[in-house]
């Protein structure tokens, strides 16, 4: 069975939350949005987007409230929560020490 | 604070189950439908973009699995899905459900009902502070064969100020006591203790105080504490008691307090208790002569038992070097009180438990077999659920919650059961607890039941395991696999493993039936029947002197004997079994070399031996003419007449003076087993007319036995009237029949029979009945085969012989697996039988030949029933 293992673990909790922290979205702007802003360099199945939002959810980061969506069907749209936003503030910070260090490492080696 | 968010999203996703899921349906089908309009945008057909976007998401179940996993709840869920699940499967078979919880019900019942007794008895031992911690110190004396004897007031005041292993050391002994000016004179049981008593058993009164540390000296005020039931019945529950004062032997006490109910010590009929001390007893040999008192005292914090028996043994060999008169040969044990108070009951106890564990092993064997017989019919089910992609332990769980939810139900039918059963089990508990401790139903208990039903849900719910994942899948899926590809060889084990403890079982009952009859046969040495007893313990202040205490005896025999029905009656100083004491030394004139000997003493009246029905060996009874105007006399018993040379009668002997005055032995009767039924008296007896009777003293006749013609006790209310005319105050105790008194004897073995019988009757039906189940389950499956047989020329007396030789194969290899454990686990019952071997043939061969016939029996009908098949309808379902 596929896990959401395309990306780097916990990347797309972050890329989710960080697209949440703009807008509410639902599921499928979601994926959209993903597709739109990371192109072909980063391949975030259909598959393994829900049980990305599900896990999310039940960790209290974001949470979810059925509306009326563009086309007006009812969707689940999807925001951050307060300690989201606080979660989020720290996997960033988290986010841009690992990558520097391994930009630094990666030149490094290069070099 | 996250916990604010997460709760409810937990407890949402479990009890609003069904809304989660529609919403997530929901979610997952916006989706798709959103990227399939977008992909028919970018110009694909319908069909196309729809299958595309299913695509994308890469198998809709499986991400909605993976959803449902970020719920964390799904283990909560999978088990009550399970549990609904085995719900539906019970209740899809009501007749297997009914069986299968009426088997463990009566399995967990049994062990449930046992174990409150052995917790009552054993586990929980009374209301006492910190029981463990409390031993009881005896005197022994190996050279005159005392290995357990009552303590002599010097040695205890010795052993308690010389020894720093105890807190507290109290001593006591029995004593009744006339309780009168309270409606009808009574005599009651009671205690006369050190004061400290109360506070080495750490157990506080429900009224008023205990005893302080200077009542009972001599001069003191008259103090007393009496027990609940006591103040129950005679002061009607007075919380005004205390501080009042009532009349005990005549003279005024004041009552102290009131024990709490339930505390019955040292005896369950124990009524009061009473201050003594002992002052100047270590001085003096007197002291240290009388050896009359139960020590018990408390342990210091980590001192061990053993510890404190060294030293009282150091001590008690110090003594008999500085007071070689008195203390010469006198050692000294301890004992903890737990292991005194329940001695013989300990083992039968143990042996009750083994047996019920053995009744509840094949309980879940036969309910073990029945799921697997039943396992093999859901072959198919499982199969598909494993295609389903159900893994093994999903399918285990599915199984263990079938089983545990079967084991729940019948715990419950289990406690029912042995709630019902607590009335018929007081017998159960050891006498000097009685009252003092009962079954109940408890925390303890629930918990006991509930482990018990645990254990055996998971036994018998995961046997059918194995057999179920050796299926193979391919064969399950095809229609007529049922009978080939049967594995029996686990089904076969399990019955012979129950037909071997089944022997087991019976083997053990049949033991200690065999002991109940041999006891039954035994001859007490008097004849029991219709015989009515009763105590008259005489009061010192009313009958201060001989004569009238000789008085009071004739006149009571005269107005007995005046009673219609009445043959013959006679007094005696204790009857047989009331009392193992007042023994005294056996002398002989001119035999200084005889070894000393105890042997027990009886003042009687001269009609009281011919009234027991003892047998006169030689030289006469005692008559009327036996009194102090005439020569002194005496009846031994054959025991003691063993220890004489020679012709006894008209020797010359004495009973705890070797110096005289010389009686003159007229007469040998056979013995009274005075201890027990079950074990041959340790001491012969001695009997003097009371008439000849000297002194006030401990061997005055108290007990008073009359043989009539019908219903005994249709005579207790008449006798009891012309004692009260005689003396309106005198005290009539223990009014019952001599055989009432034989019977105790056997009551609590009877009992025990009587659980072992049931036990075992219910450890033969169940192996009978795995046997049958699994011989049915196999002639069904061969039906095929037996059909092909038949039409090749089979005759059906080959055929029953067939399913026979099976049966008998595994109920041979099963019998005789229980004939091995017997032997071996026998031995540990020696001491509960009589006059039976614990390896005894005759039992073993019976229950072996029990359990096979039964075994056989059960077989016939699966035989007959496979010698009747039809070759025609047989072949025709290939």
Redesign the interface.
């Known amino acids: 069975?596929?896990?959401p293992t395309d990306l780097v673990q916990g990347t797309l909790d972050l890329l989710i939350m960080k697209m949440l922290a703009l807008e509410p979205m639902?599921?499928?702007a979601v994926?959209q949005r993903l597709k739109q802003i990371s192109g072909d360099v980063l391949q975030v199945?259909?598959?393994s987007l829900?049980?990305a939002l599900?896990?999310l959810?039940?960790?209290?980061w974001i949470?979810a409230e059925?509306a009326p969506?563009e086309n007006n069907?009812?969707?689940?749209y999807y925001s951050l929560?307060r300690?989201g936003r606080r979660e989020l503030e720290k996997e960033t910070a988290n986010w841009s020490r690992l990558s520097a260090a391994i930009t630094q490492v990666v030149q490094l080696e290069k070099g | 604070m996250r916990w604010l968010h997460t709760v409810p999203l937990r407890l949402r996703s479990l009890f609003r189950r069904r809304r989660v899921e529609q919403e997530l349906d929901d979610e997952i089908r916006y989706h798709i439908e959103r990227q399939a309009e977008q992909n028919i945008a970018a110009g694909m057909t319908p069909g196309e973009a729809r299958y595309a976007a299913l695509r994308a998401m890469g198998g809709v179940e499986q991400r909605k699995e993976e959803c449902r996993d970020m719920r964390k709840m799904h283990l909560v869920e999978d088990v009550l899905r399970d549990l609904q699940y085995a719900v539906r499967m019970m209740r899809r078979n009501p007749g297997f459900t009914l069986l299968a919880m009426l088997i463990m019900g009566l399995g967990i019942g049994a062990n449930t009902a046992v174990f409150s007794v052995v917790d009552a008895v054993l586990l929980k031992p009374f209301s006492f502070r910190q029981p463990d911690r409390l031993v009881t110190v005896w005197e022994e004396n190996m050279r005159l064969g005392y290995p357990h004897t009552d303590v002599a007031a010097g040695n205890y005041l010795d052993w308690k100020e010389q020894s720093d292993a105890f807190e507290d050391l109290a001593a006591y002994f029995g004593n009744a006591f006339n309780l009168t000016g309270e409606g009808t004179p009574e005599r009651l049981d009671g205690i006369q203790a050190t004061p400290n008593l109360f506070s080495v058993l750490g157990v506080k009164p429900a009224l008023g105080r205990w005893f302080n540390s200077s009542e009972g000296l001599p001069g003191q005020s008259q103090v007393t504490i009496l027990s609940y039931g006591l103040w129950k019945r005679k002061f009607g529950g007075n919380p005004q008691i205390v501080g009042q004062s009532i009349l005990i032997n005549d003279q005024p006490h004041t009552v102290a307090g009131v024990m709490p109910e339930g505390f019955e010590f040292p005896r369950g009929d124990t009524q009061l208790w009473v201050p003594i001390q002992f002052p100047g007893t270590q001085s003096g040999s007197a002291g240290r002569n009388v050896h009359l008192l139960s020590v018990v005292g408390r342990l210091k914090p980590l001192i061990r038992w053993q510890q404190a028996e060294t030293q009282v043994q150091t001590i008690a060999r110090r003594l008999a070097e500085t007071y070689p008169e008195t203390n010469k040969d006198y050692g000294a044990l301890v004992i903890p009180l737990q292991q005194e108070f329940v001695r013989d009951a300990r083992l039968s106890l143990w042996l009750l438990l083994a047996a019920s564990v053995l009744v509840l092993a094949i309980a879940c064997s036969n309910v073990a077999n029945m799921l697997l017989t039943r396992g093999v019919g859901r072959t198919r089910e499982i199969a598909i659920r494993s295609a389903l992609g159900a893994g093994r332990r999903r399918v285990a769980r599915q199984l263990l919650a079938e089983g545990v939810l079967l084991s729940a139900t019948a715990c419950v039918v289990g406690v029912l059961f042995a709630a019902a059963s607590f009335q018929f089990l007081d017998n159960l508990i050891p006498p000097a607890l009685s009252g003092a401790v009962f079954p109940t139903v408890d925390l303890r208990l629930l918990g006991f039941a509930v482990l018990i039903s645990l254990l055996s849900g998971i036994v018998f719910g995961l046997a059918p395991l194995r057999e179920t994942f050796r299926v193979d899948l391919s064969e399950a899926f095809r229609a007529r696999s049922a009978g080939s590809g049967v594995r029996i060889r686990s089904r076969a084990f399990l019955v012979a493993f129950e037909t071997a403890l089944a022997v087991v079982v019976v083997a053990g009952t049949g033991l200690v039936v065999r002991t109940i009859m041999n006891i039954g046969a035994v001859d007490p040495g008097f004849r029991p029947q219709n015989v009515l007893t009763l105590r008259l313990e005489l009061a010192a202040n009313q009958y201060p002197t001989i004569e009238k205490r000789i008085a009071f005896y004739r006149e009571v025999l005269g107005r007995v004997h005046a009673l219609p029905g009445v043959i013959s009656a006679g007094f005696t100083t204790f009857l047989p079994y009331t009392n193992f004491g007042g023994a005294t030394g056996f002398f002989v004139e001119g035999r200084s070399d005889i070894p000393p000997t105890m042997v027990y003493r009886r003042e009687t009246s001269s009609e009281y031996l011919a009234a027991m029905g003892v047998s006169l060996l030689k030289g006469r009874w005692f008559t009327e003419e036996d009194d102090r105007n005439h020569l002194l006399v005496t009846i031994i018993s054959e025991g003691a007449a063993r220890l004489l040379d020679g012709d006894p009668i008209g020797r010359h002997v004495n009973f705890g003076n070797p110096r005289g005055p010389w009686l003159t032995v007229v007469g040998v009767v056979g013995d009274m087993r005075e201890e027990g039924v079950a074990l041959p008296s340790r001491r012969a007896v001695g009997y003097t007319p009371y008439a000849q009777s000297t002194e006030v003293w401990f061997f005055n006749p108290r007990d008073l036995a009359i043989r009539v013609q019908a219903d005994p006790m249709s005579l207790a209310a008449a006798v009891q009237r012309e004692v009260w005319g005689i003396n309106p105050n005198q005290t009539v105790a223990q009014i019952r029949t001599l055989e009432t008194i034989l019977d105790q004897q056997v009551s609590n073995r009877k009992l025990q029979a009587a659980l072992l019988s049931a036990f075992s009757l219910l450890s033969i039906s169940l192996a009978a009945l795995g046997l049958y189940a699994l011989l049915s389950f196999v002639v069904q499956a061969r039906k095929q085969e037996f059909g092909v047989r038949m039409a090749l020329g089979a005759t059906p007396r080959q055929l029953v012989a067939a399913v026979l030789r099976q049966s008998v194969r595994w109920i041979g290899g099963g019998v005789l697996a229980g004939l091995a454990i017997t032997l071996v686990v026998a031995r540990s019952l020696s001491s509960l039988l009589y006059g039976v071997e614990p390896t005894d043939p005759l039992t073993l061969a019976a229950s072996v030949f029990l359990l096979f016939g039964v075994g056989v029996s059960a077989a016939l009908v699966p035989a007959w029933r496979a010698s009747r098949i039809d070759p025609m309808t047989a072949l025709r379902h290939e």
């Open positions: 069975m596929s896990k639902h599921g499928w994926s199945s259909d598959g829900y049980p599900h896990k959810e039940q960790e209290g949470k059925w969506s069907r009812r969707a689940k929560t300690i």
